[in-house]
């Protein structure tokens, strides 16, 4: 009878922890496959500068080789070069790290606790294998150079024989940026949408200006005798800071679905799946004033009174009406909070559905009852007196919160850590996977954009200037200016799509991995 006549589930809280940490696993490894990519474009380009850097230092190689250098110590050279550059990288991209890090606290993960991220052995090994990585990948090819041209005959060949296979690396190296420039082009598409439209979903509430903060008195030893006599006291003084509207309390949270609690219904063929008469729906005890300071419409019947806190009244939400008085009228009907023997409650409105969250295509059932009154079930109201309060504001409400934090703390000197904040950040950790991943696709897809830029216009340059004697000659001969552009562009566009069509078969491929992430759109 306690919780509705209805059993409870009790978990250990490192089962919770470990669901909360599962499921932001997917969304963390595709970003670290993200910040991987822009790495392999970075790599690529500076890969391709290093290998036309040795390319046209293939002379200097062979003389040293003929005086008696051998091809592993020439590459040795050159990945010692790549190797500094990577480590100077390194210690750059530390720290930018650290810098990034307390900007996506403040702009993107708003809800992540403030905790100094720890600067331990496995970030520094981490770096040493990203940084070690790097080195190798992006002196391999100067490397390769170095081994297959540095023999003996490469002091007469050195410089004839570069144009041939090595221009086909680089165009592959610019290909290879474009499609993976593309890929990101697309993710950052892809979850921008998904953001766009969880935002549109409309929860039943509008919050825009509002603000919230969460008491749990219960949690500091408040009965609910006590905090109830508190009720009247926190309106009126609440409601007299200037720029303050409304104000709701609520023995729930602001957002729906807190509390489950059973209902039975007289009169009404609604059997449980256990055969029982009582159905559980979300439930919460509200002062007059919450739907208007929320934003939830009454559609049907009409809202609380301040005289319905001595009454035995419910308002229920449009789905519930729906679901239990499909072809009547609910408005009179009675409905009981707890099992079937519990007093009736007289239906006097209908609100609104809301919504836990946007991107949550349920609506959530449930039904309201005064704050305080005799319909809130006493050993309910015991273990939740008073859980959140909710300001409706005009103006900036950054500038009201901290009024309003002074006067709770003033009202409320023993409970716990008080917060006003504003009351979208309740959607914060729903609205994390889109927005996180819309930011990071977009800022990376950005930098390996314009890292791809740089790249086809260095390989385009290596190898147009490899082709100086050709394209002198075709000159020569009567070719014009529009000609020789021709075969620039076309060497470019060939280069283009081929990266294209590559990053369109691994933007398909992304789509469909991060299908389950998405919202709303169709891969």
Not at 19 to 32: F, K
Not at 176 to 186: D, P, T
Not at 372 to 380: D, Q
Request: proline share 5%; hydrophobic share 50%.
């Amino acid at each position: 009878d306690f919780l509705g006549g209805r059993p409870a589930d009790l978990h250990p809280v490192m089962e919770f922890r470990r669901e909360l940490a599962l499921s932001n696993t997917p969304i963390t490894l595709w970003l670290s496959a993200v910040a991987t990519v822009v790495l392999l474009i970075a790599c690529a380009n500076v890969a391709g500068l290093f290998l036309a850097r040795g390319v046209r230092g293939r002379h200097e190689m062979a003389v040293r080789a003929a005086l008696g250098a051998s091809r592993g110590r020439l590459a040795g050279v050159l990945l010692l070069e790549s190797g500094l550059l990577a480590i100077g990288g390194g210690v750059l991209a530390f720290i930018v790290s650290r810098w990034a890090d307390a900007l996506i606290r403040d702009f993107v993960i708003i809800d992540l606790a403030r905790v100094t991220s720890p600067l331990d052995v496995r970030f520094i090994t981490l770096t040493l294998v990203v940084t070690t990585g790097n080195a190798v990948l992006c002196g391999a090819a100067p490397a390769l150079v170095a081994w297959r041209g540095s023999g003996p005959g490469g002091v007469v060949s050195g410089v004839r024989t570069v144009s041939g296979s090595y221009g086909r690396v680089r165009r592959a190296l610019a290909a290879v940026q474009i499609a993976l420039a593309l890929v990101l082009v697309v993710g950052a598409s892809l979850f921008t949408t998904s953001f766009r439209n969880a935002r549109a979903i409309d929860v039943g509430m509008s919050l825009d200006a509002v603000l919230i903060s969460d008491l749990n008195l219960a949690g500091a030893g408040y009965t609910s005798r006590r905090a109830h006599a508190l009720i009247e006291p926190l309106i009126q003084q609440l409601s007299a800071i200037p720029g303050v509207r409304s104000v709701a309390l609520s023995d729930t949270d602001m957002k729906p679905g807190w509390i489950t609690y059973g209902f039975s219904i007289p009169g009404t063929d609604s059997p449980t799946h256990d055969g029982t008469s009582v159905v559980n729906h979300s439930f919460s005890a509200v002062t007059p004033e919450f739907f208007a300071t929320l934003g939830t419409a009454i559609i049907r019947g009409r809202g609380f009174a301040s005289a319905d806190r001595e009454a035995r009244v419910i308002i229920v939400s449009d789905g519930f009406a729906r679901l239990h008085w499909p072809d009547e009228n609910p408005i009179g009907h009675c409905l009981r909070v707890g099992s079937a023997t519990a007093p009736c409650n007289e239906v006097i409105g209908v609100a609104h559905d809301r919504r836990g969250a946007p991107g949550d295509i349920s609506k959530v059932i449930e039904a309201y009852v005064p704050l305080g009154s005799p319909a809130e079930p006493a050993k309910l109201a015991e273990l939740f007196p008073l859980s959140s309060v909710a300001l409706h504001v005009d103006g900036d409400p950054a500038k009201i919160a901290p009024s309003a934090q002074r006067v709770l703390q003033d009202l409320l000197p023993d409970a716990p850590s008080i917060r006003v904040r504003p009351a979208l950040s309740m959607f914060d950790r729903a609205m994390r996977v889109w927005r996180l991943g819309a930011s990071v696709f977009v800022v990376l897809g950005g930098i390996a954009i314009t890292l791809a830029i740089f790249g086809v216009y260095a390989a385009i340059a290596y190898l147009v200037g490899q082709r100086r004697r050709e394209i002198a000659i075709r000159v020569a001969v009567g070719a014009t200016q529009n000609d020789v552009l021709r075969l620039v562009l076309g060497e470019t566009l060939r280069m283009a799509a081929v990266g294209v069509a590559f990053g369109l078969v691994a933007a398909a491929l992304l789509a469909h991995g991060v299908r389950a992430l998405l919202f709303g759109v169709s891969p």
